[in-house]
C-alpha cells in the first residue's frame, strides 16, 4: 500500500495515521490528497500550558504530525519518514475545547530530504502557528513491510 492509500485508510478509519500518541491528543486526519493533509483536533484541559491556552508541545506535536503525513503521502510502500528538523512560530494562543486545524503540504524534495510545512487555524480561521519541517525517508524494516507505514497499534504491534 503506498503513503498516500495508507493516509487515506487511517483518515476513513480515524486511527489518526496508525501513530498511537496521535490518538491521545485527538488527531483526527480529515483530508489527504499527494503530498498534503489536512487534520482536526480538539486540545482538551490537560493539554493547557496556561489555562485555556494549548501546551507548546501540543501544538509541535499536532504540526509535526501533519507535516509527516503529509510526507508519507507522496512516498512508496516499505518507506516511511522521520522528522529531523521541525522549526515552530507561535503565532497566536491555541484555544482549548475548541476545534482547530492543521493543515501540511510537502513543499521539495532532495533525494531522501522532503521539506515541508504545517498551518494550524483556529475555530475562526486565524492562523495560530505555523512550521517547516525536515522529514527523512527511511526504508522499514522487512518485518513492516506491507504495514500501513509500518504503524503500529495502540497495544505497540505491526497492524
Do not use: N
Not at 492509500?5 to 489527504?32: C, N
Not at 493543515?103 to 483556529?122: D, F, K, Q, T, V
Amino acid at each position: 500500500m503506498s503513503g498516500l492509500d495508507a493516509v487515506r485508510a487511517a483518515a476513513r478509519s480515524g486511527d489518526a495515521g496508525g501513530l498511537p500518541f496521535t490518538a491521545r491528543f485527538g488527531i483526527e486526519i480529515t483530508g489527504a490528497e499527494f503530498g498534503r493533509v489536512t487534520a482536526a483536533a480538539v486540545p482538551l484541559p490537560e493539554h493547557c500550558g496556561y489555562p485555556g491556552q494549548a501546551h507548546g508541545g501540543y501544538v509541535s506535536t499536532l504540526c509535526d504530525a501533519v507535516c509527516a503525513l503529509a510526507a508519507w503521502s507522496v512516498l512508496a510502500a516499505g518507506t516511511t519518514v522521520a522528522t529531523a528538523r521541525l522549526d515552530l512560530s507561535f503565532l497566536k494562543p491555541v484555544p482549548v475545547d475548541q476545534k482547530v486545524l492543521c493543515r501540511g503540504s510537502l513543499r521539495g524534495r532532495e533525494g531522501r530530504r522532503l521539506h515541508c510545512e504545517a498551518e494550524l487555524s483556529g475555530p475562526d480561521g486565524e492562523v495560530l502557528a505555523r512550521a517547516a519541517a525536515l522529514m527523512i525517508v527511511q526504508e522499514l524494516p522487512p518485518e513492516a513491510a506491507g504495514t500501513a507505514g509500518g504503524a503500529v497499534d495502540r497495544k505497540g504491534e505491526a497492524k
